[in-house]
């Protein structure tokens, strides 16, 4: 059974960084897609940021490209979220989650499963 536990979250002012971890079990990390996702209240969940199997290739949602960097830590069955500049706009619950066997859309969701519960970020002056 796949697995994820983030933590990290906090509250943070504007221009401010926060590393997000997420361990992950039940999974070999480096043959899985695996991605970072929020959800902010009142609002759809979004990708925020995905790598890829194997390749390791990134894609990044355009509001966080240049601020955010996605990693994974193979040995430690861990996967990073660093976020740099931080902005008001990016306060919200931040998930991640493995891709659904098959072809899928990096930063749709609904191509993703195995959900944790979730680490909150506020950004707030």
């Known amino acids: 059974q796949v697995q994820f536990v983030e933590s990290g979250g906090g509250f943070v002012q504007p221009g401010g960084s926060l590393t997000l971890s997420c361990a992950a079990s039940g999974l070999t990390l480096k043959e899985s897609a695996v991605g970072w996702f929020r959800q902010a209240p009142g609002k759809q969940r979004e990708g925020v940021a995905c790598i890829t199997s194997r390749a390791g290739t990134t894609v990044y949602a355009d509001s966080v490209k240049g601020r955010f960097t996605i990693a994974r830590d193979n040995f430690m069955k861990t996967l990073y979220l660093q976020m740099n500049n931080l902005k008001p706009e990016d306060t919200a619950v931040y998930y991640c989650?493995?891709?659904?066997?098959?072809?899928?859309?990096?930063?749709?969701?609904?191509?993703?499963?195995?959900w944790g519960q979730g680490t909150q970020v506020t950004v707030s002056s």
């Open positions: 989650a493995t891709a659904l066997p098959g072809p899928y859309v990096p930063l749709d969701s609904s191509f993703f499963t195995s």
